[in-house]
């Protein structure tokens, strides 16, 4: 097998940037080597995507290309090079091409410096019409681009006289956007700070995060929407984010977030307008982890707006990314609305992979028969979700148990809790966080079984109940809103 870079690049590629690429070679713009690496080029693509075989050893391409020629190993050494550099060099072009606010600036930075007035009055014009619409259009570096704008614009005003006025325009204008820029920027950068707070940054000092501190906020919030009441809400949505997660403890924080989120999101483009609908996601799933479970319907509310609006994707077109269709799914199960995942599997199965939808169904079904309560058939459907899918085996394991528990088939129960306790023991791709959670869940669920079948009296069965729920309360466990619930069946 020859270059394994050389591999990893090629199967990044779409199959329509694997024709896109093709063309590119093609072209001696950019091929200055020769048809050799054409020729060579597509002896591989033949491949794709896995790139196996024996047809791709060394020395069979050589043989393909070169027929009777002895095997030269600088040869395809030197073949496998070229490629590679056109490969960047093509997805510079891409980056570069798909970026149009970025590559325009360019062209009129380009302008400037050659000094072709006329055009360069033309395109910053366009420019700056095309950046003055701000329907779908706000990203991060929205405000930077309109600052560079008009820098082009006031170095340019430089060389004439009569044109003060416009520069002296152009320098008031670019403080707003330089304002918002650095504003902007460090809240996200604060917001994903904080977000990552019980992690890599935990006990650490932050720059960034003292800066915010020592900030007025607020003050500088309500200049921006006397300045500039059009642009106030961006700043506005940043804000209310950062304080979301700042105040992680008020559900007040959350909710204004969220209002200003949804009366705002038109401004943003696609991407952003899917992070931003990500990050209500996120606080609501962290609330109902911290033991706020009120907030498991908020999160199915949020759900249904990302679904309304076709927010589940990061790009239109996109398949929908399967943790965030069991996201819904488990969050709906929560609540127990069978009918409504019934009705949502129908809707959105075929926007998932074809490969996974068969597997990805089984699970879906196996959720809605636990809800309706018809565990044995929802032990069936399990069994046809594949281990090596995107559900882990520890998932499936652990909802038999639940189904064995729902089925009052007890003795079997313990047994699967007890091998599969030992499974995780042995499981060293298992990381020690979850191979501890899926534990600790293994160990509750058997002294759960082993009251519930021994013969206490009213009182100490009771007592046991309490110290079982005190222990599951503090411990770290998987399906721990499932162990408490069934504590509360037996408490009556």
Excluded at 174 to 198: A, E, H, P, R
Excluded at 265 to 283: A, D, K, P, R, Y
Excluded at 300 to 323: A, C, F, I, S, T
Aim: hydrophobic share 35%.
């Amino acid at each position: 097998m020859f270059n394994s870079r050389l591999i990893k690049i090629l199967q990044a590629f779409t199959p329509a940037e694997l024709k896109e690429f093709r063309k590119f070679i093609e072209t001696p713009f950019f091929n200055k080597e020769g048809s050799y690496l054409l020729r060579f080029f597509d002896e591989i693509r033949k491949s794709y995507p896995e790139f196996k075989g024996e047809e791709l050893a060394k020395e069979n391409l050589f043989r393909k290309l070169y027929q009777e020629r002895e095997y030269s190993d600088a040869t395809m050494r030197k073949l496998s090079s070229g490629i590679i550099k056109l490969a960047e060099q093509f997805l510079r072009y891409k980056a570069y091409n798909e970026n149009t606010d970025v590559t325009e600036l360019l062209y009129i930075q380009k302008l400037r410096e050659k000094r072709i007035e006329k055009l360069f009055e033309s395109e910053s014009a366009a420019l700056e019409k095309k950046l003055g619409k701000l329907e779908n259009s706000v990203d991060l570096d929205y405000f930077r681009n309109r600052y560079k704008l008009e820098l082009e614009k006031i170095n340019f005003y430089l060389d004439f006289n009569h044109l003060l006025k416009k520069q002296q325009e152009s320098l008031q204008a670019v403080q707003g956007y330089l304002v918002y820029d650095s504003l902007l920027n460090l809240l996200d950068i604060g917001f994903n700070i904080l977000v990552g707070s019980t992690t890599m940054y935990k006990g650490e000092e932050n720059t960034v995060l003292e800066l915010l501190q020592r900030t007025d906020l607020e003050g500088f919030g309500k200049i921006l929407e006397k300045n500039t009441p059009e642009l106030y809400p961006v700043y506005e949505l940043f804000y209310r984010r950062y304080l979301s997660f700042l105040n992680i403890e008020e559900d007040e924080s959350y909710f204004r977030y969220k209002e200003a989120a949804l009366r705002s999101l038109g401004f943003f483009t696609w991407e952003n307008q899917f992070t931003i609908m990500v990050s209500l996601q996120n606080i609501c799933t962290r609330k109902f982890v911290e033991g706020k479970r009120y907030f498991s319907a908020e999160l199915h509310e949020v759900h249904k707006e990302m679904l309304g609006r076709g927010l589940y994707v990061q790009k239109k077109g996109d398949y929908m990314n399967l943790h965030t269709y069991r996201n819904i799914v488990l969050t709906a199960f929560n609540l127990v609305k069978a009918e409504w995942i019934t009705d949502f599997m129908e809707k959105y199965i075929d926007k998932i992979l074809p490969e996974q939808r068969e597997s990805l169904s089984a699970w879906t079904r196996a959720q809605i028969h636990y809800c309706r309560k018809e565990y044995g058939d929802a032990i069936k459907e399990l069994q046809s979700v594949k281990n090596d899918h995107f559900l882990s085996k520890h998932e499936i394991k652990t909802m038999t148990m639940k189904m064995f528990y729902e089925l009052k088939d007890y003795e079997p129960a313990i047994s699967f809790a007890d091998t599969y306790r030992h499974m995780i023991t042995n499981d060293k791709t298992f990381a020690a966080l979850h191979r501890n959670s899926y534990t600790n869940f293994c160990l509750f669920y058997t002294r759960l079984i082993r009251i519930v079948t021994s013969n206490f009296e009213s009182d100490r069965r009771i007592e046991e109940l309490h110290f079982l729920k005190s222990d599951i309360s503090s411990t770290a466990t998987n399906s721990k809103e499932w162990l408490l619930a069934k504590i509360e069946e037996l408490n009556g």
